[in-house]
């Protein structure tokens, strides 16, 4: 690590206001999971002259509900997130999104502002300097990206453009599929941007001077099924390679409304449009499912070595709109190739509005 001026911030104002002063060359510091990795690789073209640490900010880590929307404080930890009474109740997509990060050391620092604005996992990008980095590329202003004919296996199959490297927060993927905004201050006023469009291909929607204060969603009804599944590689303490949110209604067997998020595909998160407006009005089994899964993924665009993701994508959005207990799952694909046999290498985190227990295996 290099030398850097630390301030310690004690409100938002003195926070953004230091944002202000070294505008473009300093950082917040919330949990620094993300932030002291991207430090110590040293494989950004511009180290920060300043670090803002903004835990020393009071009352920034409240998750409330009122009359119209959960509250979430920027600086809410992903640990209470994951074991919070209310969304474990009525947001059981977020509660297990936050469950499905890395590992329990990480998410009792880590917090959900964090988790929304850390930087992208791409190979090329983040190739350390202590073994011959920095690496420059299309995100870094300076070249081609890399990924294109190198080694795409983690990247996107969606909406890529110059850069391919996929949104890795997990917690984006609910958000997303409850419409979620950020509430953004800097030290000129205040704005919302949706979750939806926050993300870039080149990265995210803040300036150089802005931070997020707090998360709103909008007030969810108490009767929807809600599911979150995560496809990694590794069991504990991976990253996704594809990961569903969905979010469903019923009536009388006929879904009456669906929500369905797509996270680890594209640069950000994607809503499946065309599979949500599918279901509408459709009874809910097997073949509709395995239809959305498919129409999830109608334009899909895989790189050489990613093409793998899309069977993995239309499996898991097929079982996220069944909540994932529906004994008809076995008639559904299989995510398997020789690569990527779920069998032997996968992990399916998992929740719906009923349950949300924690992660579960699916075989062991
Ligand atoms: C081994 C490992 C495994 C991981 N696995 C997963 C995983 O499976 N799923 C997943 O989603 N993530 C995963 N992560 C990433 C992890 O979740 C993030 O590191 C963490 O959520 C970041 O939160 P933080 O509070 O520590 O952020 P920090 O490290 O403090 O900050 C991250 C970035 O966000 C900026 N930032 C922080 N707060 C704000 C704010 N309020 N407003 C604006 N900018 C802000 C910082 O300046 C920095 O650039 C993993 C990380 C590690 C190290
Ligand atoms: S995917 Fe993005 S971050 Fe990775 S090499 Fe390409 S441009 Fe760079």
Request: proline share 5%.
């Amino acid at each position: 690590m290099r030398p850097f001026t630390h301030v310690n911030a004690r409100t938002v104002r003195q926070a953004t206001a230091a944002l202000a002063k070294y505008y473009g060359q300093a950082r917040l510091n919330a949990g620094g999971t993300d932030l002291f990795g991207v430090l110590k690789d040293e494989f950004l073209p511009l180290y920060p002259e300043a670090i803002v640490n903004i835990k020393t900010v009071r009352g920034l880590d409240y998750i409330r509900e009122d009359k119209s929307l959960l509250r979430i404080g920027a600086l809410a930890r992903l640990v209470d997130l994951a074991q919070s009474t209310l969304l474990r109740q009525r947001y059981g997509a977020l509660a297990e999104a936050a469950h499905a990060v890395a590992s329990p050391q990480i998410r009792n620092v880590a917090t959900l502002g964090g988790n929304l604005c850390q930087d992208v996992r791409c190979c090329y990008y983040r190739y350390p300097r202590h073994i011959g980095g920095p690496i420059n590329c299309a995100r870094k202003g300076n070249g081609p990206c890399l990924a294109v004919k190198g080694d795409n296996r983690n990247h996107a199959i969606l909406g890529g453009r110059r850069c391919f490297a996929v949104c890795p927060s997990d917690t984006a993927v609910a958000l997303t599929l409850y419409d979620a905004q950020l509430l953004v201050v800097s030290p000129t006023g205040e704005r919302l941007i949706s979750v939806r469009d926050f993300y870039t291909p080149l990265g995210h929607g803040l300036s150089a001077d802005e931070m997020v204060k707090e998360i709103q969603v909008p007030r969810l009804p108490d009767t929807l099924q809600q599911t979150f599944l995560k496809f990694t590689l590794r069991k504990p303490i991976d990253f996704a390679i594809v990961s569903v949110a969905a979010l469903i209604t019923r009536s009388n067997d006929l879904c009456t409304e669906a929500r369905i998020a797509m996270g680890a595909v594209a640069p950000g998160v994607l809503r499946a449009v065309a599979a949500e407006e599918f279901l509408r009005g459709r009874p809910l089994n097997p073949e509709t499912a395995a239809e959305a899964g498919k129409l999830a993924m109608e334009g899909a665009k895989p790189l050489s070595r990613n093409a793998y993701k899309i069977q993995i994508a239309h499996t898991l959005v097929a079982r996220a709109v069944l909540g994932q207990s529906s004994t008809a799952l076995s008639s559904l694909p299989s995510v398997g190739s020789d690569v990527y046999d779920p069998t032997e290498l996968s992990t399916f985190h998992r929740c719906n509005s009923a349950s949300v227990e924690g992660y579960a295996t699916v075989v062991d």
